[in-house]
Nanobody, 124 residues
Framework: HVQLVESGGGSVQAGGSLRLSCAAS????????MAWFRQAPGKEREGVAR????????YYADSVKGRYTISQDSARNTVYLQMNNLQPEDTATYYC?????????????????WGQGTQVTASS
């Protein structure tokens, strides 16, 4: 049984930084991708960043390029999202997700496992 637990959310002033963590428990033999999504009130869930767990290749939404960095610690089964220069438009609930097999995409349906979410708020 796979469980993803996020931590590290909080409230910051615009321009501040936060680091999110996602600890994965349970074994999935064909885990290939870990990703962060976010959802603001009244908006659809959108992909923010993802990492191909085998190659280490990373992918980012245009809105966060240069500000966010996704990384992994395979020994700890943990994925991180470093968020710098946070802006009010980054305010959302952030979710960690695990994808299996195939390509490392930002399609929600490719991720069968999800965390419970952690709130990130950036105020001006």
């Amino acid at each position: 049984h796979v469980q993803l637990v996020e931590s590290g959310g909080g409230s910051v002033q615009a321009g501040g930084s936060l680091r999110l963590s996602c600890a994965a428990s349970g074994y999935t033999y064909n885990r290939n991708c870990m990703a962060w999504f976010r959802q603001a009130p009244g908006k659809e869930r959108e992909g923010v960043a993802r990492i191909a767990t085998g190659s280490g290749n990373t992918y980012y939404a245009d809105s966060v390029k240069g500000r966010y960095t996704i990384s992994q610690d395979s020994a700890r089964n943990t994925v991180y999202l470093q968020m710098n220069n946070l802006q009010p438009e980054d305010t959302a609930t952030y979710y960690c997700a695990e994808g299996l097999g195939g390509l490392c995409t930002d399609v929600l349906g490719d991720f069968p496992y999800w965390g419970q979410g952690t709130q990130v708020t950036a105020s001006s």
